[in-house]
T-cell receptor, first 114, second 112 residues
Framework: DTAVSQTPKYLVTQMGNDKSIKCEQN?????MYWYKQDSKKFLKIMFS???????INETVPNRFSPKSPDKAHLNLHINSLELGDSAVYFC?????????????FGQGTRLTVV | AQRVTQPEKLLSVFKGAPVELKCNYS??????LFWYVQYSRQRLQLLLR??SRESIKGFTADLNKGETSFHLKKPFAQEEDSAMYYC??????????????FGQGTILTVHP
């Protein structure tokens, strides 16, 4: 069973479109994240949700809106896509337990804006 | 603010040679340090964490608080070690709970 799964794996779309990336985890974790890996492979956190509540928003443009319908899902909706949004987006989750919880990552969604 | 620096973007070694991937951090509190590995077109996965003090796939890393470093080492590199390696830092509590701050990553290539 896949622990953290994202769909789609690849997404090619035109500038100005609106798209969503879905993420699901079956680990029973309380916290989920979105990370962005840019063209230089730099990996940076975008959002974090804990029990469906937004707890981290790292100065991401308003065009990006995460939605967590339940603890197991954290979707990422992007409005008015721009060329600079092209990147690989990773979903991750981690459980309760303070310092000893490992973050599990999804396989990534490669978004290409043309 | 917390920061993680991996000074080498690319590192090439030959099979059987020792390898060391450098990681330095800046953080005012007590950090938890990790190494994550990403093999070609695969998901990011945890390689090891400093609190476990374990060796995974022959890799070890020791947290040196005096030098604020967490270098990853392996005495004899293998071709299958070729991958992107990320050093990451985390602190617990508050709004930063669980958040990982990553270094820029180091691409390790092990030649036959």
């Amino acid at each position: 069973d896949t622990a953290v799964s994202q769909t789609p794996k690849y997404l090619v779309t035109q500038m100005g479109n609106d798209k969503s990336i879905k993420c699901e985890q079956n680990l029973g974790h309380d916290t989920m994240y979105w990370y962005k890996q840019d063209s230089k492979k730099f990996l940076k956190i975008m959002f974090s949700y804990n029990n469906k509540e937004l707890i981290i928003n790292e100065t991401v443009p308003n065009r990006f809106s995460p939605k967590s319908p339940d603890k197991a899902h954290l979707n990422l909706h992007i409005n008015s896509l721009e060329l600079g949004d092209s990147a690989v987006y990773f979903c991750a989750s981690s459980g309760r337990g303070g310092l000893n919880t490992e973050a599990f990552f999804g396989q990534g969604t490669r978004l290409t804006v043309v | 603010a917390q920061r993680v620096t991996q000074p080498e973007k690319l590192l090439s070694v030959f099979k059987g040679a020792p390898v060391e991937l450098k990681c330095n951090y800046s953080y005012s509190g007590s950090p938890e340090l990790f190494w994550y590995v990403q093999y070609s077109r695969q998901r990011l996965q945890l390689l090891l964490r400093h609190i476990s003090r374990e060796s995974i796939k022959g890799f070890t890393a020791d947290l040196n608080k005096g030098e604020t470093s967490f270098h990853l080492k392996k005495p004899f590199a293998q071709e299958e070690d070729s991958a992107m390696y990320y050093c990451a830092l985390r602190r617990a509590g508050g709004t930063s709970y669980g958040k990982l701050t990553f270094g820029q990553g180091t691409i390790l290539t092990v030649h036959p």
